[in-house]
């Protein structure tokens, strides 16, 4: 059987009417791939291979939404609230998607990037002044010496 146009399977453990359906990609002279698809009317490799970008594709975009904005942190118990956090934090991931792509370096360079600013400028003049303890000073001294380290690199 040629599995170039698919085989029908069923995989172990998968409920009785449940099947699948299987493709074999040639990648390479040296490499096969595998497309898997539960679209039994699918008969082409090349339709389930661009499904698979495409969920792939969203896959990321969920993984990097959830790392980079923290979108699930959103404590909110109103919908409202929620839709406004949610919304927010797609808009962030638009531009740092976006100036990453423009610096041609990843969104989590661009974020590290854009804490350390903050922290460098806070630590030049900070934007709460306080009267603190030794502990407190000690932190301070910490912290300064830390920002030393940041400048030099």
């Known amino acids: 059987m040629d599995l170039r146009l698919g085989k ?19 990648a ?15 008969n082409s490799p090349g339709d389930t291979q661009k499904a698979c970008a495409i969920r792939w594709e969203i896959e990321q975009f969920h993984g990097d939404l959830k790392q980079v904005t923290w979108v699930e942190k959103c404590q909110c118990r109103k919908a409202r609230v ?8 797609v808009l962030v991931w638009i531009k740092l998607t976006e100036l990453a ?21 806070e630590l030049r003049s900070p934007s709460v002044k306080f009267s603190c303890s030794r502990s407190q000073a000690a932190w301070i001294f910490i912290m300064r010496k830390f920002y030393i380290v940041l400048r030099r690199s």
């Open 8 to 26: 029908t399977i069923k995989i172990k453990g998968f409920p009785k009417d449940q099947k699948v359906k299987l493709f074999q990609v040639v």
């Open 101 to 121: 792509r423009a610096s041609m370096i990843t969104i989590y360079r661009i974020k590290a990037g854009l804490f350390e600013q903050y922290l460098k400028q």
């Open 82 to 89: 929620q839709r406004n956090h949610i919304a927010c934090a």
């Open 28 to 42: 390479s002279d040296s490499r096969t791939d595998w497309a898997i698809t539960n679209d039994l009317s699918q």
